[in-house]
């Protein structure tokens, strides 16, 4: 019996650790520069040189996924704030990659948003190819 419930209490233990260990910052260097993308839960996040402007950031997530065959139902920019939604070649809203670009000061903060599941390979590869393109 008490080998049961020792059994019971270390899955749950290593469930609940598997768990929090997946939901931690994993941090990464992307791009050509030595840049630093960390991914958590859905979202991937970086800082891009101020030379890499909002405008530019959209531009490129935008040709990243054309080039991917995705369809762009929403894209807008100005200088300080810009976002474009990416969905791949089917018939519904989901899943879908979303790229926000915010200037902030001396860098240009970037997050790659994967909806509605998580999806670190397809955010990293997004974020390579903005990066290409900026020459980052």
Do not use: W
């Not at 894209?75 to 089917?90: A, K």
């Amino acid at each position: 019996m008490h080998g049961c419930k020792a059994l019971v209490l270390t899955s749950i233990t290593i469930a609940t650790l598997t768990a929090l260990g997946a939901c931690a910052p994993q941090p990464q260097y992307q791009g050509n520069s030595g840049l630093i993308a960390t991914y958590k839960t859905r979202t991937l996040v970086a800082d891009l040189p101020a030379s890499a402007s909002v405008p530019a950031v959209i531009a490129a997530a935008q040709d990243n996924f054309i080039g991917r065959g995705y369809s762009i139902p929403t894209s807008s920019t100005t200088d300080d704030v810009g976002m474009v939604v990416g969905i791949p070649p089917r018939t519904s809203d989901f899943p879908r990659v979303v790229v926000r670009a915010t200037a902030q000061g001396d860098h240009t903060h970037v997050e790659i948003i994967n909806e509605p599941l998580p999806d670190q390979s397809l955010a990293r590869s997004v974020l390579d190819g903005i990066l290409e393109q900026l020459g980052l």
